[in-house]
């Protein structure tokens, strides 16, 4: 499955941003979908996952209550939206997929898991 994020810009904190990403190829409902982010110096890490139908979703701790993730399986999309957003959100976000599976007690969250990434889209937050 190839992927395109979008939605990504500057906003002052406490704004709030979507984020869009378009999968083409196979059988996007087949695959669980994540967002992930880069930091200038530091690791990819995870943001928030989706299973396949998107009856169960998984959040990193630091974005809990603050961001959701959705899908549109009818329009091959997945989405995150960001609301309260903080300097410390600054990062390129990207989107991913994996035909691991992903269900309330928990999905795959290393990058290794995902064998499919979008380009990244920058979000900067400022003070």
């Known amino acids: 499955v190839q992927l395109q994020a979008s939605g990504g810009g500057f906003v002052q904190a406490g704004g709030s941003l979507r984020l869009s990403c378009a999968a083409s190829g196979r059988a996007f409902s087949t695959y669980s979908m994540a967002w992930f982010r880069q930091a200038p110096g530091k690791e990819r890490e995870f943001v928030a996952a989706i299973s396949w139908g998107g009856g169960s979703t998984y959040y990193a701790d630091s974005v809990k209550d603050r961001f959701t993730i959705s899908r549109d399986n009818a329009k091959n999309t997945v989405f995150l939206q960001m609301n309260s957003l903080k300097p410390e959100d600054t990062a390129v976000y990207y989107c991913?997929?994996?035909?691991?599976?992903?269900?309330?007690?928990?999905?795959?969250?290393?990058?290794?898991?995902?064998?499919?990434w979008g380009q990244g889209t920058l979000v900067t937050v400022s003070s």
């Open positions: 991913a997929a994996t035909q691991k599976y992903c269900s309330g007690y928990g999905c795959y969250t290393g990058v290794p898991d995902f064998g499919s």
